[in-house]
């Protein structure tokens, strides 16, 4: 037995911990802690990777582990904490798009397993943690949208997972083109709701990274379809 991997499974189970306490907290009705939570477990989740790394003992099982834990951390935690927050009052309706979110989370993981060998330098769809922070952050800062609004803001989200469209991975391989207007767009959105709400300022960085992904996407679209 690698005792080794000991530490990154271990990593990848506390994420999986921290998002049932998310869930344990919603249904108490704290609104706090349940959104800090699956942040905590989002930077959980990007330790055990490196972990593994550090260790030199990656391998499928810990893959395996991680793409589970990522699914009850990021994508059943998030969508419980959405639907008590903010459409509860849609009933049956709400239940089913807070589910979608989950859904569309499951099926996000699954590509991103099969294809881990054929994408590199961007991911392929929003990552499945970076769409649960969207929804913490928006339970954090405070912003309480009718719950159609709510409703529109899960279901895009949900979408946009297990979409087409290119977001940035951050480490510095050439995998996809960043275009300077799209992107001054999603950080003008960014920095219009951070004048409005200063303290909501998780919630204006998510919307500027998730508004800026798909606007590059849309413009390298029609770049490509104009050549």
């Known amino acids: 037995m690698n005792y080794r991997r000991i530490v990154p499974n271990s990593i990848s189970a506390f994420s999986l911990m921290l998002g049932l306490l998310s869930i344990f907290h919603t249904v108490a009705g704290d609104f706090f802690w349940a959104p ?7 930077i959980a989740d990007s330790l055990d990777g490196r972990a593994a ?19 009850g951390a990021f994508g059943v935690a998030p969508a419980v904490m959405i ?30 397993n099969v294809n ?3 994408v590199h330098g961007y991911f392929q769809g929003m990552p499945i943690p970076a769409g649960a922070c969207f929804l913490a952050a928006y339970v954090l800062s405070g ?4 719950p159609l609004g709510a409703a529109a803001m899960t279901l895009v989200v949900a979408l946009i997972l297990y979409s087409e469209i290119k977001f940035p991975d951050f480490k510095g391989r050439d995998g996809m083109k960043l275009y300077p207007l799209p ?4 950080v003008a959105v960014g ?37």
């Open 53 to 71: 790394r550090l260790l030199r003992c990656q391998g499928d099982f810990g893959k395996e582990l991680d793409s589970l834990c990522d699914l």
């Open 116 to 118: 881990t060998a054929s």
């Open 36 to 42: 800090v939570c699956i942040i905590l477990s989002v």
């Open 183 to 186: 992107i001054a767009l999603g």
């Open 143 to 146: 912003y309480r949208f009718a």
């Open 83 to 112: 639907y008590y927050y903010g459409l509860k009052d849609l009933g049956l309706a709400g239940m089913v798009v807070a589910s979608l979110f989950t859904v569309f989370g499951a099926l996000r993981l699954a590509r991103f």
């Open 191 to 227: 920095l219009f709701l951070l004048w409005q709400r200063p303290f909501a300022w998780p919630f204006a960085a998510m919307c500027a990274y998730t508004l800026g992904g798909i606007l590059n996407s849309i413009y390298a679209y029609f770049r490509k379809e104009r050549r």
